[in-house]
């Protein structure tokens, strides 16, 4: 059974910075991408970053607009980890912020991943 457990939500200003991880316990290497995804009080949950292979061969990123520029998703294959580094939050980026193994599909815009497995989340909140 997968088994995700994020950390390192809180409570920050605006303008702050907080680093999300996603430890993972168990893995199924089925899965080829893992992302960050957010859902804030009476809003759908919505993709955040994530980080996926194709093939099996090296690594790619997308990330949601909102995000670019402030955010930074990464994977440490020796740790087990991915983290979400995220720098100039803003009021708008708080919600429960969720990690998932997932699936890449395609779109005419590019990769999007599909996410299988979840962790329980973790809770961020961006103060003005």
């Known amino acids: 059974q997968v088994r995700l457990v994020e950390s390192g939500g809180g409570s920050v200003q605006a303008g702050g910075s907080l680093r999300l991880t996603c430890a993972v316990s168990?893995?199924?290497?089925?899965?080829?991408?893992m992302g960050w995804f957010r859902q804030a009080p009476g809003k759908e949950r919505e993709v955040v970053a994530f980080?996926?292979?194709?093939?099996?061969?090296?690594?790619?990123?997308n990330y949601a607009d909102s995000v670019k520029g402030r955010f930074t998703i990464s994977q440490d294959n020796a740790k087990n980890t991915v983290d979400l580094e995220m720098n100039s939050l803003k009021p708008e980026d708080t919600a429960m912020y969720y990690c998932?193994?997932?699936?890449?599909?395609?779109?005419?815009?590019?990769?999007?991943?599909?996410?299988?497995?979840w962790g329980q989340g973790t809770q961020v909140t961006v103060s003005t």
């Open positions: 998932a193994a997932g699936d890449t599909y395609g779109t005419m815009y590019g990769v999007g991943c599909r996410p299988v497995n």
């Open positions: 168990v893995y199924d290497y089925r899965r080829n991408c």
């Open positions: 980080i996926y292979t194709i093939g099996g061969i090296g690594s790619s990123s």
